[in-house]
């Protein structure tokens, strides 16, 4: 099955996260199959970036958002 969540960049104690759809059974860092967007947990604002037509795609063919992912969603479709 395939995931919507982060993935992990940046150096210590400064994370940054990758937006990916990934096969659900891959470790966290490990190959994806696309990048949908980034997010930036130590960015002040708007800290969050989100192709919403990609994201919109895997979910229509049955990829599962995380919890962290389903809000950023959630997020962008209200900005629009």
Do not use: F, H
Request: overall charge positive.
């Amino acid at each position: 099955m395939v995931a919507l969540r982060l993935t992990r960049q940046g150096s210590k104690d400064r994370p940054y996260y990758k937006i990916v759809a990934v096969d659900s059974r891959k470790r966290r860092d490990g190959r994806y199959i696309e990048q949908l967007g980034t997010y930036n947990p130590m960015a002040e604002g708007e800290n969050y970036t989100l192709d919403l037509e990609k994201a919109d795609k895997w979910i229509g063919v049955g990829a599962k958002p995380s919890g962290t992912v389903a809000s950023i969603i959630k997020k962008v479709r209200k900005a629009s």
